[in-house]
Every structure is written in C-alpha cells, then in structure tokens.
C-alpha cells in the first residue's frame, strides 16, 4: 500500500513537469527552480514513507503476543485458562510421542491377552536407582502399538480409551498428602498425552478421594480435535497407587467424550478402573535397563 502511494505522489509531480528546453530564458530559470524544489519535496515524502513503515513495523512486532514455553499448571487448573499465550517451539516439541513417564525394561513388551487383559513391566525411580513395576488392567479396547503410544487401549471408533502414565518423584509423601494437581501436571503438561493438539481447557476436578491404598480423581475437560478443529468436551476417572518401595505414582486414566459417558461409558471406565494393579517385579539377577525406543523418554530417564 505504502509503494503504490508512493508510486502516485512521484507519477502526480512528473506529470506536472513540463521540458523547459522550448520555454524562454525566465521560464527556464523559473522551472529550473521549482524542478529543484519538486525534487526536495519528493525526497521529504519517500523519506517520510520509509520512516512510516518501519515505525509500523516496529509497533507491530511490539504488540504480538509473547509466546510461552511451559503451562503454569496451577493457575490453569484453577481456572481452567492459559494465561500464558500461545505455546513456543519449544513448547511444541516432542508431538511426535506425548510424555507419558513410562519406561519399559529393556526385553519385555506389552502384551494383551484374548481376554483384554493388559501387562507390562516398567521402570520407575532414576537412571541410577531403577525400580522394576508391574502393571495390569483389563480393557474391552484393542492394544495400540503405534509409535506414539506407549501402554493405551483405544477404541478408534469412538475414541474411548485408557492409558498408563507415571508421576515424577512424589518426595516421600503419600497419595492421600498429594494435591490433585500434582497427578494431573502429567496429563495436562503441553507434552502430556492429553495436549497432543493443545494442551485442554476447562479441566475441573469433580472428586478426589481415596480408596484403600489407592487415589481415584474424577475430572472432565475440553481438547482439541484435529479434525473439526473443536474443543470437545470429555470426562476421565483416574487411579493411581505407588508400588510399594517406590517414589513414582502409576497411574491409569480411562476416558470418554462428555455425550459418551452419559450413555454408559462411565460404566465401562470404571470397571477398567477397578481392574488396575500396580506392584513390584521379582527382583532378578539381570540388571535393570530402559528399553531404547529411539524418539521418546520420561523425564527421569
């Protein structure tokens, strides 16, 4: 826009320009004068126009958004709001697995048996102090073994599921001293399994209490679906227990769309729930490894 201005205030002045070499000796001096002045005004607007812009731009650069690296968990799980602005690269990075916290020992692979029950041995702890868990649950989804899953069942479908994630260090506190926001940093981080578009929104805990040795969070939240590009909203009861001479809380999260687990999805999560162990291997001679997935780890490992 600015060029063509430009363009048009340079074309109006040559317009008005006339030879001076048929014009008499006075006229000649006279134009010679004014053709100097023209030429001092025109190069006072292109100037001006140059200073214009880069103004502009300027101003423009200083008022875009700055752009965040990390979720502020806390204040985002009060009000259900990023305050932050969008996500950076940075940010963006390690789409291609969601960190979940699953490590598994290196030789072993998730199974799932004709009856949907599900095992895997992970690691939990340290790169230098590994502790070996077991986990199980049932679930009536198929096993996913793409490379962005790491323990999960799904019904692709309807988009239902369940999956295994693991907490960072709990620092010797135990489930019940533990507040729900610190289970739910996993899922929610902009790496977590539930941000693989953005991280959710309207993320409110419904109830937290717990049972037996074992927390169970139910919550419902909003995420982003890629391919209506909507916030749709969902529901998920959670389970989490620390394998006894551990310092990591395994956790299972079953889930549903909002319309879904009025229709008796509920049921189902529940009872896949219910199902979940968490114990500690048999300690064996053989030394405790992470398997080499190339392209994803948990934080600790």
Same mark, same amino acid.
């Not at 699953?102 to 502790?131: I, Y």
């Not at 077991?134 to 962005?148: D, H, I, R």
């Given at each position: ?13 040559? +317009? ?11 006229h000649?001096?006279a ?7 023209? +030429? ?19 101003d423009?650069a200083?008022a ?6 990390s ?10 709001l990023?305050?932050?602005g969008p996500m ?45 868990v ?15 899953f790491?323990?999960?069942? +799904?019904?692709?479908?309807?988009g239902?599921?369940?999956? $295994?994630?693991v ?40 109830s ?7 927390? $169970? ?8 679906s890629q ?25 299972? $999260? ?6 879904r687990?009025?229709?008796?999805s509920?049921v ?9 162990r968490?114990i ?9 490894r992470?398997?080499?997935r ?8």
């Open positions: 826009m600015m060029k063509i201005v430009a363009v048009l205030i340079l074309a109006g002045f040559a +317009r008005s320009f006339q030879p001076t070499a048929t014009l008499p000796r006075a000649r001096d134009s010679s004068a004014l053709l100097a002045t023209r +030429r001092e005004v025109v190069s006072a607007v292109s100037a001006s126009l140059v200073t214009f812009a880069v103004t502009s731009i300027r423009s200083s875009a958004p700055a752009l965040q690296d979720l502020p968990i806390e204040e985002f799980l009060r009000t259900g990023d305050p932050s950076g690269i940075s940010a963006q990075a390690g789409k291609s697995r969601p960190i979940t916290g699953v490590v598994f020992r290196d030789g072993t692979d998730v199974l799932q048996g004709k009856d949907g029950n599900v095992s895997a041995e992970l690691l939990v702890g340290t790169r230098a102090n590994p502790t070996s077991l986990v199980s649950f049932n679930a009536p989804y198929k096993l996913e073994t793409g490379s962005v790491d323990v999960e069942c +799904r019904d692709r479908n309807t239902d599921g369940a999956f $295994i994630a907490t960072e260090s709990v620092g010797g506190k135990s489930l019940e001293e533990l507040p729900s926001s610190f289970f739910l940093a996993r899922l929610f981080d902009p790496t977590g399994r539930f941000s693989f578009y953005g991280p959710p929104t309207d993320v409110k805990v419904k937290s209490k717990m049972v037996d040795d074992r927390r $169970i969070i139910e919550l419902s939240f909003s995420n982003l391919s209506t590009n909507a916030e749709i909203p969902r529901n998920a009861i959670l389970v989490a227990s620390i394998p006894k001479g551990t310092d990591n809380a395994v956790m299972l $999260i079953s889930s549903a769309t909002a319309s687990w009025k229709k008796g509920d189902t999560a529940r009872a896949i729930v219910d199902s979940f968490a500690p291997a048999p300690k064996t001679a053989m030394k405790l992470s398997k080499d190339s392209g994803g780890s948990s934080l600790d490992f």
